[in-house]
């Protein structure tokens, strides 16, 4: 059950943030691969990076910051329940969004494919970006090296990459798909 399940007919937003630009974005992808990084060589365990998919420039609203507490607790309670341990975990709060980086005693393959199970399975899970970082090779695990198919589009459910690409669909239409996502999860939920 979710710690956010008392909660009923609340209506989240995601644009009532302060908007970023492109070189704070790039600025903020270099220091997470500093925190990654760091985390690493703290503790050579393999680690989660978890990071949420919010298309346009509005990337800290009072929307994600309910999406991320969400996306912590789902990954708290998978870890439980498979008896992983956190070693170290760090969460950061900017303008450019939530993130999080815990490192986890497991195998990297392991750790992805619970991650992928919590993506794959959780309704809220493609709104979240739940990377896994190598201690050995400082690489991402991905999903197709796994056998996983590559993510879905929020919106008309082909892969995701090919419609960014071709920026098939507006921020607007992305967003609205993301609030029904959201709004439907935690009034349902309650």
Same mark, same amino acid.
């Given at each position: 059950m979710s710690c956010f399940s008392i909660m009923t007919n609340i209506l989240l937003k995601f644009d009532d943030g302060t908007p970023v630009n492109l070189e704070q974005m790039l600025l903020a992808k270099e220091q997470r691969v500093e925190h990654q990084r760091n985390a690493i060589k703290c503790y050579p365990f393999p680690l989660i990076s978890l990071s949420l998919v919010i298309p346009g420039p509005i990337k800290k609203s009072t929307g994600t910051k309910v999406l991320f507490r969400e996306a912590i607790t789902a990954i708290h309670h998978l870890l439980a329940k498979n008896m992983l341990q956190i070693i170290h975990e760090e969460q950061f709060c900017a303008l450019t969004g939530y993130e999080a980086i815990i490192s986890v005693e497991c195998s990297s393959d392991q750790l992805k494919q619970l991650c992928i199970e919590i993506e794959n399975n959780h309704p809220l899970g493609?709104?979240?970006?739940?990377?896994?970082?190598? /201690?050995?090779?400082?690489?991402?695990?991905?999903?197709?090296?796994?056998?996983? #198919?590559?993510?879905?589009?929020?919106?008309? #459910?082909?892969?995701?990459?090919?419609?960014?690409?071709?920026?098939?669909?507006?921020?607007?239409?992305?967003?609205? /798909?993301?609030?029904?996502?959201?709004?439907?999860?935690?009034?349902?939920a309650s």
């Open positions: 493609r709104l979240w970006d739940i990377d896994v970082i190598d /201690a050995k090779t400082e690489q991402s695990v991905s999903r197709t090296q796994l056998g996983h #198919q590559s993510r879905q589009c929020l919106v008309c #459910q082909d892969m995701a990459k090919v419609c960014g690409r071709s920026r098939k669909h507006t921020v607007d239409d992305m967003l609205a /798909a993301i609030e029904k996502m959201t709004n439907d999860y935690f009034n349902l």
